[in-house]
């Protein structure tokens, strides 16, 4: 059953805490991305990756930090910087198709509270 | 960087009436995509807009693109309760913008029985 596997769906955290979130695709899409949504928000992008062992800063990087080891996988460390760290996180994938960005397959994704 | 300015931010219906969603660009798109996010759900892709001036329809739904491809709506024909939701576009404008897609703000769809 190919897709993209987000976990956990809900996660609380002490603030202070550093907390990695799990994203896994078997879709082998080159590319993957992670973006917060705030309530009533649109969806803002945090990192990107479109090769592995390389990634490339989206439009809020700051307080997060994420890996690309394996084509499967890109988690996302959401540090003790993050100054509003509260919201709704978004993994998702794509084909790069002749340097040209696919469509995008998200996951479930994670909601993260912060107490 | 790339951005594109989505309205209106709610639109409120009742079941059967029309709707209606615009995505504008200051500058000339590549492409433009559009998705659907179900409340308490994940964005889903609908459809991507490549052609200047493209028309795709799915059933009740009709994608347009722009002749200048800076903008591009979503027209819902009749609306039902299994619409409501947020519909966003999506776009890069190519170059040093491949790789990453920007999201509008979405419009929140409530559609009243």
């Known amino acids: 059953d190919g897709g993209i596997t987000q976990s956990p769906k809900y996660l609380f955290r002490k603030e202070g805490q550093n907390v990695t979130l799990s994203c896994e695709q078997n879709l082998n899409h080159d590319a993957m991305y992670w973006y917060r949504q705030d309530p009533g928000q649109g969806l803002r992008l945090i990192y990107y990756?479109?090769?592995?062992?390389?990634?490339q800063k989206g439009d809020i990087a700051e307080g997060y930090s994420v890996s690309r080891e394996k084509k499967e996988s890109f988690p996302l460390t959401v540090t003790s910087a993050q100054k509003n760290p509260t919201a709704f996180y978004l993994c998702?994938?794509?084909?790069?198709?002749?340097?040209?960005?696919?469509?995008?397959?998200f996951g479930p994704g994670t909601r993260l509270t912060v107490l | 960087g790339q951005q594109v300015m989505q309205i209106p931010q709610y639109q409120h219906v009742q079941e059967g009436e029309d709707f209606t969603t615009y995505c504008n660009s200051s500058t000339t798109l590549s492409n433009i995509q559009w998705y659907k996010q179900r409340p308490g759900g994940h964005p889903v892709f609908l459809i991507q807009?490549?052609?200047?001036?493209e028309v795709k329809k799915q059933k009740r739904l009709t994608f347009q693109f722009g002749e200048a491809k800076k903008n591009s709506s979503l027209h819902i024909t009749a609306t039902q309760t299994t619409d409501v939701g947020t519909y966003f576009c999506?776009?890069?404008?190519?170059?040093?913008?491949?790789?990453?897609?920007?999201f509008g703000q979405g419009t929140i769809l409530t559609v009243h029985p």
């Open positions: 999506a776009c890069h404008a190519g170059g040093t913008s491949y790789g990453k897609l920007t």
């Open positions: 998702a994938s794509s084909i790069m198709v002749a340097g040209r960005l696919d469509t995008q397959y």
């Open positions: 807009l490549v052609k200047s001036g």
């Open positions: 990756s479109q090769i592995v062992n390389d990634f």
